[in-house]
């Protein structure tokens, strides 16, 4: 080869590089996520994959109820407003059935899909293809105040029912320096308010339609659950339950204002990490409750990282979520924030590594994932899966209309009875619209 020939060559090598770095350097992709602590988290570490990828990141970050609006909207009118979504175990295997996912068949080697805890895997599979990759996954479970259930005279059991949740509550109570007994969702929206009582119904024996697909909301087993979480929270929960959701709460347990909070095992390390919590130092854990019947009121979920169909970008966004959802960002969060706070629920390997087994609340966030059962979410049989969700497209639409009814009757503004009426009506004629009745 001639000088001149390797001159043109290596020029075009060198322009060839760097014509490479410049289309990254030009790459945006656009994410729409949650407004969660271990989401926000993530967006602070988003320059270290900007250094290593040259890919830039923009986010767009909303409360749990409009970035479910947002994504629903975009997904299914083919928007194309994202590149990356953050999306759950309901949307997952129905929009990946549809075509509206890029299925995740193709991650690297070194990625080691198999270290997804199954229970994740597979409930963001559908037919055995994964569409979403876990940030992190998570069941419910209680986490109270050991101090006041002391001062109380009570010890919490490893595996509460909801009459000694009750009874707990009124006793840790003090209104007069506005210290509420328990704090749980009652905000509208189906993975809020709603999300919380249909996990609950189902330890009191209640479903939300037969085999037939008959709504059974004006049972006695709803009425009984209503009624309990409503008188329970009336006598010992917040003025605004009926409007607080998950920050709500956190950010009342975190003040020392709740005795007790049953909700996603993820916030264990939000109210025990100090810079965050008042209580850090005095919070014990204890598994979903239940009625004696089988279910507990425990749920599963994974907020996941998925790619719509109609991005322009799949290879960047691909790039991105493996590095998000990797072990190795496991680590990087553990060598920055310590163990406690890197996201957890979605890889074996983080509950084989003994650095995490000393986390205080880790061996009860696993033990709530690995009990709740979304194939048998209840006592008498069901034609759905789901625990907290019935995963059919329809659902979403029905259970934020039913979540506000409930809510309505939690501030005063219909009684339990009539809002379970209304609830009945609204099951039943979403589901004879869609064929199911």
């Known amino acids: 080869m001639s000088p001149k020939t390797v001159l043109r060559a290596s020029t075009a090598l060198a322009l060839c590089i760097s014509t490479s770095a410049a289309m990254a350097q030009d790459t945006t992709i656009t994410i729409a996520t949650v407004n969660n602590g271990d989401m926000i988290r993530m967006q602070g570490y988003t320059d270290r994959f900007t250094e290593e990828t040259g890919i830039n990141v923009e986010w767009v970050t909303l409360e749990e109820n409009v970035l479910r609006q947002r994504v629903t909207t975009d997904i299914t009118t083919n928007g194309g407003q994202f590149d990356i979504m953050t999306i759950g175990m309901y949307e997952a295997p129905i929009w990946g059935a549809n075509g509206w996912l890029v299925p995740l068949d193709n991650l690297s ?171 850090a130092d005095s919070v014990g854990f204890a598994l979903a409750p239940d009625n004696g019947l089988g279910p507990r009121s425990n749920w599963l979920w994974a907020w996941a990282l998925a790619i719509p169909a109609g991005t322009q970008q799949s290879d960047a966004a691909l790039q991105f979520i493996e590095w998000a959802t990797s072990a190795d960002y496991i680590e990087l969060v553990a060598e920055n924030e310590g163990w406690a706070n890197v996201p957890p629920g979605a890889r074996q390997s983080l509950y084989d590594n003994p650095n995490y087994a000393a986390v205080p609340f880790a061996q009860m966030t696993l033990d709530s994932i690995l009990s709740a059962n979304p194939s048998e979410p209840t006592v008498d049989p069901v034609p759905y899966t789901g625990i907290q969700f019935m995963a059919i497209p329809e659902f979403a639409g029905f259970w934020t209309e039913v979540s506000q009814e409930f809510s309505n009757a939690y501030a005063g503004q219909q009684t339990v009875e009539e809002a379970l009426a209304r609830a009945q009506d609204i099951v039943n004629e979403a589901l004879e619209a869609a064929g199911y009745q």
């Not at 895997?121 to 209680?142: I, K, N, Q």
């Not at 010890?155 to 320096?177: L, S, V, Y």
């Not at 479903?207 to 006695?220: F, I, K, M």
């Not at 009342?252 to 209580?279: H, R």
């Open 109 to 279: 080697e070194d990625y080691n899909v198999d270290d997804i805890l199954p229970a994740m895997r597979g409930g963001l599979s559908h037919d055995g293809t994964l569409y979403a990759a876990p940030f992190y996954g998570e069941s419910s479970m209680v986490m109270y105040r050991t101090d006041l259930m002391e001062a109380a005279g009570l010890e919490m059991p490893a595996a509460p029912t909801w009459d000694f949740i009750r009874e707990a509550a009124a006793a840790m109570t003090d209104r007069e320096n506005d210290i509420n007994g328990i704090c749980l969702r009652g905000k509208p929206g189906w993975g809020e308010g709603g999300a919380f009582i249909n996990a609950m119904a189902n330890s009191f024996g209640a479903r939300v339609v037969d085999e037939n697909w008959q709504a059974q909301l004006d049972s006695e087993a709803w009425a009984n659950t209503l009624n309990f979480f409503n008188g329970m929270m009336q006598e010992s929960g917040p003025a605004a339950f009926a409007t607080n959701g998950f920050n709500e709460n956190l950010s009342l347990f975190n003040q020392g204002l709740c005795g007790m909070w049953i909700d996603a095992t993820v916030a264990a390390s939000f109210v025990t990490n100090p810079n965050d919590s008042e209580v």
